[in-house]
């Protein structure tokens, strides 16, 4: 019985991490080792070490796509502010703000919510909106990585004002923006730009 027992709790906390949700509620936080995982299981969200790296980073990964057992990361959300233990926590306030270890990693909603949730969306897509609502108020493909994703798109967004552009890592081991970017040129005809640093190369 206390075999039984043991054989129980351990499914449990197995179960705990690997039955996941899609969603994320205010003041329920995504500890490092828990995942969201889209309705379909197309991709999953929760904070990985890139190569040799011991520092935490939250990305989207394709859950199922696993060549020789490493992730393929399309998303970094704090490229630029990785936790340095294995005591990460992802957490979505009250206002739609969200934040790893209470720090903001990238620009979150301008307006206040009140009832938010952050989603993980089977394209890919991670995003912030009303609960009663199909309209996003943050999301993810707003601040692409190095990964362009079907349904993303690149460029200015003359709504919001941001100018999409792919940024490549800065090595294996190290999300953190590289020397190469991918932007689109809106003056004259529009066409992609590969850039180097500063100075326009390809
Ligand atoms: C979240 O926590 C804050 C501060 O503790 C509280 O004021 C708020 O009501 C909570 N929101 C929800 C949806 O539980
Ligand atoms: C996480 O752990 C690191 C070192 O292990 C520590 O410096 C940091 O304060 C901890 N952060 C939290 C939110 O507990
Ligand atoms: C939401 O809460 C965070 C943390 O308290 C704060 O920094 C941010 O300005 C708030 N956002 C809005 C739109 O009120
Ligand atoms: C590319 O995006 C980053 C992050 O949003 C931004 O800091 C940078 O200025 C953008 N680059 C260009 C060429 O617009």
Known sequence: MAHLLT???????????????????????LQDGQILVSAKETFALGFFSPGRSKNRYVGIWY?????????????????????SGT?????????????INSIIFLPMPSVALTNPVAQLLDDGNFVIREANSNEFAWQSFDYPTDTHLP?????????TGLNRN????????????GSYQASID???IPQIN?????????
């Open 7 to 29: 054989h129980l709790v351990f499914l449990f906390v197995i179960f705990h991490y690997s039955i996941a949700t899609d969603t994320l509620n205010p003041n329920q936080s």
């Open 63 to 83: 859950n199922k796509l696993r060549p020789a057992g490493q992730k393929t990361i399309v998303w970094v959300a704090n490229r630029r502010s990785p936790v």
């Open 87 to 99: 005591n990460g926590s992802l957490e979505l306030n009250g206002n739609g703000t969200l934040t």
């Open 151 to 159: 349904g993303m798109k690149i460029g200015w967004d003359l709504r």
């Open 166 to 177: 792919l940024t490549s890592w800065r090595n294996d081991d190290d999300p953190s923006p």
């Open 186 to 188: 809106l003056k004259g």
């Open 194 to 202: 590969i850039w180097s640093a500063t100075q326009e190369k390809f």
